[in-house]
């Protein structure tokens, strides 16, 4: 497909994490906590291996169809219409989980730090701002993460440890919760928050060894899994699960109620803060680079800055529906499980049928 092979698996793992861990850590300990009590870790580490099977069968059809991503080779395994409407539907999710990221950034903005500025004026600025950097080449898109993962992994391990001593161990204990109904559910609404790394079948056709895209995938959401499950593990043994439950962005208070020994800094919340805008930025960066990109390959066009900011309003209006904060994660809970059906069944899908028909791209190893 022409596509410049200039990406190590050192910046694909950069990708994926960076588009993963966004805006979704705040609420991470509520659902978890809310889904199985003292089990929410294991919830958690669940819903981590629920989504690393989605991504494992997405790198799969990458090496199976290295020049191509899920736009392509979808029509080359089930046909051209059927794969267009699977590719369509793919572009409309997207669009939507972007649309309520930036509404979630919004709204945290608004309550946390600018409390007079109107909800409109924030979200446009981020949405503006992804705009504007998804005009440029795969390869800066690839810098960018890379640039900005430490400022996402460094603090986040930082307030997790400075937590560690103020933990007690009975609030993680049954490790399995006292109700097991939620389980299923809370694995769902965990798995749901990941998927952003979707964004890798965009990215293997632009690897340099696309058969090591396994590696990527594995490293990945190793480490992304386990900055997710310290979280939930740091919060729940702070407040414990009936405190959380009652918490509507557990990871920002975990933030708050930490202090540096000898009172150095009394709200370590502010540097929080601005780690959670860098990493709504590559989140928000990653996922609609995927829109502008799929929208390019579904039309069979040169350039996809054509829909940078074509698609601007759309996800701006989307991003303004919702009536409120319950409102929103009614939502984001609604449409981020039905979205697994995409990220997870879709490709498990393709990759049997294309076994079954022995589809297999060009290059493929």
């Not at 729940?236 to 920002?252: N, V, Y």
Request: aromatic letters at 12%; charged letters at 10%.
């Amino acid at each position: 497909m022409g596509f410049p092979r200039q990406l190590t698996v050192q910046q694909v793992t950069a990708i994926i994490i960076s588009t993963v861990l966004g805006v979704g850590l705040l609420p991470l300990p509520l659902f978890a906590v809310r889904a199985a009590d003292t089990g929410a870790p294991l919830v958690t580490f669940l819903g981590v291996v629920l989504i690393f099977v989605g991504l494992a069968f997405v790198t799969l059809l990458g090496k199976r169809f290295p020049e191509k991503s899920i736009i392509h080779y979808s029509e080359d395994i089930v046909g051209k219409w059927l794969g267009r409407i699977g590719s369509l539907v793919i572009i409309v999710f997207f669009t939507v989980l972007t649309a309520l990221a930036a509404r979630e950034f919004g709204e945290v903005v608004i309550i946390n730090i600018l409390p007079a500025t109107p909800m409109e004026v924030t979200v446009i600025v981020m949405l503006l701002t992804a705009a504007i950097f998804v005009r440029n080449d795969m390869n800066t898109f690839a810098y960018i993460h890379v640039f900005y993962l430490p400022v996402l992994f460094i603090p986040n391990a930082i307030i997790i440890a400075l937590s560690v001593g103020d933990s007690d161990a009975l609030y993680l204990q049954p490790l399995w919760g006292n109700d097991p109904s939620g389980m299923l559910p809370g694995i769902f609404t965990i798995a749901s928050l990941l998927q952003g790394s979707f964004i890798l079948t965009m990215i293997i056709p632009f690897m340099r060894s696309p058969e090591k895209a396994m590696k990527a995938t594995v490293w990945a959401i190793v480490l992304a899994g386990l900055l997710c499950l310290s979280i939930v593990i740091a919060t729940l043994g702070l407040f414990g699960p009936g405190e959380t439950q009652h918490l509507l962005w557990p990871t920002l208070e975990l933030a708050r109620s930490i202090t540096i020994p000898g009172e150095f800094l009394e709200r370590l919340d502010i540097f929080f803060l601005v780690v959670f805008v860098v990493a709504v930025f590559t989140t928000l960066y990653g996922t609609y680079m995927f829109i502008v990109y799929s929208l390019k390959q579904l039309l069979r066009l040169q350039d996809h800055k054509l829909f940078s900011y074509f698609m601007l309003p759309i996800v701006f209006v989307i991003a303004m529906l919702p009536q409120n904060t319950l409102q929103l994660y009614e939502i984001v809970q609604r449409v981020g499980t039905a979205g697994l059906c995409l990220t997870v069944l879709y490709p498990i899908l393709l990759y049997v049928i294309a076994r079954i028909r022995r589809k297999k791209g060009r290059m493929a190893a």
